[in-house]
């Protein structure tokens, strides 16, 4: 994760199925019990909330503002299909047409 410069990433099974993710609080939990034995199943989380690959984007910018999220697998037919960030959400944003939406523009006095 240190080195994609990412905070998170899921975790698939042998057939490719989303099984969980391993977040960085989690890399932090095996690191104090990995002593005890401890596997990547044993610190990633289970209940993992989704979208899916053809989500909309603004859809999916209101997930990670109401829940705090800063990643989301995405899935299709239950198969893991890629990840979106909040950074990835900002990207694409500003590639959208401007057409209809205001514009902001940061001034020097904020």
Avoid: N
Avoid at 32 to 55: F, H, K, N, P
């Amino acid at each position: 994760m240190l080195e994609y410069h990412i905070s998170g990433a899921p975790v698939v099974d042998e057939q490719g199925l989303l099984a969980g993710i391993l977040s960085e609080a989690g890399c932090l939990r095996s690191i104090v019990i990995l002593a005890w034995g401890s596997v990547v199943g044993d610190c990633m989380t289970r209940q993992v909330e989704t979208i899916g690959y053809d989500a909309d984007i603004i859809a999916v910018a209101k997930i990670f503002t109401e829940q705090g999220r800063r990643r989301l697998p995405a899935v299709h037919r239950g198969k893991l299909a890629g990840q979106i960030s909040r950074c990835d959400v900002l990207r694409a944003v500003r590639r959208l047409p401007s057409q209809g939406r205001p514009t902001y523009r940061a001034t020097a006095d904020g």
